[in-house]
């Protein structure tokens, strides 16, 4: 049986939605008359839907929507909208409601519309159950050289390290911008052989060189190799290019004022700062990033439901 | 390639404020050098001599955009103005402390800080 909490500073609207959904057995209901009501009813038993007016006094709905979201992201908000409170309907759409029914439709739509986002939250339930039952992640990926796609696969490899509740959001952070530059370096630097040098110039030719040499030979077949082991313990991020490699020690040390005005060295001063470790292959084009888990976050424990 | 927009220009007094939109990693710095091109014009219009880079939409960037503002800060120095950075998160003063720019270009909470000191 699923539990549904009703919010509205109206006892004749709570008789209305009561009497529409308690033909349906499976519901269990519950009745808050506003926001700040349904909050502390929450608190103390979290139901499995919350369906909500968007005007009350206290704590209006989209107040509520926004603090659902947070504290409870697995409780899904359906809201009741009536003639007027639209604009306020699409703020709370926005806010992270899961779907909205008009009241005058009611009696037409909201037990359908109840039964779908209920549907529906059980399956994010279950997978954020699997997830959280996740040990080790292995993948690798073989990408050409659009930089298209290094931003969503950075995004794979942040949800992966969220799933095993390595680092918090900021180390998360931290860990993209490592990621983001050591695959910058793998497409420009390497396989496309762009000497970072051009980017001292205030023009676009370092742009330029590298659109051109990704549509010619022997740049345009090479891949940028990259592979990932996130476990309970760390995260190790392998990324390498088809280049002819280079010598990291011979890069000039960034934080030397005398070098200020080099762009050569910076991404790689970033990696080495937000990783836990780096290394390079002797050829110089595998670059291995290492980041422990947070001392403060604990493993993931199965969820009971 | 594509090149979105990525940075804000707004004029505040003889200031310029620059406010990057989006991402600003470094895969965007083709975005970035090509909008620097229309930033160094607005910097030789009259009255604008100083620079204020206000992080507020975004929550970090890499090596790209310390090369842009670096660049930046050159035209900005020649002409004898001044340079600041505001509302950085936690990673962002990172990257400017660990690069050594924040010895450059001082880091203020808000935009009328920041506006205020460059315009002293």
Redesign the interface.
Known sequence: MASVLVVDDSSVDRRLVGGLLEKDSELDLWYAVDGADALAKIEESAPDLVLTDLVMPEMDGLTLVATVKNRFPLVPVILMTSKGSEELAVQALQAGAASYVPKHTLSSRLADTIRNVLALSQRQRCHSRLMGSMVRANCTFELEND?AL??PLISYIQEDCAHLNLYDD?ES??V??AL??AL?NALYHGNLEVDSAL??S???S??QL??ERSKVEPYKSRRIHVDVAISRDDAVITIGDDGPGFDPSKLPD??D?AN??M?SG??I??MR??MTEIRYNEKGNVVTLIKRRNPGNNPPESEGS | MSTPKVLEFISDGSTLVVVPLGRVGSLAGEGVIAQLEELTKRLGASGLKHVVFDFEKVDYFGSSMLGAMHAVWKHVSTADGKMAVCNVSEVEREVLQVSRFDTLWPIYASRQEAVAAVSE
């Open positions: 930089a290094i931003g900021s952070t931290r993209g911008v983001e530059e910058a980017r001292e205030e023009d676009s370092y742009w590298a659109e960034p934080t004022p200020l005005e762009a910076r991404g001063l970033l700062t937000f």
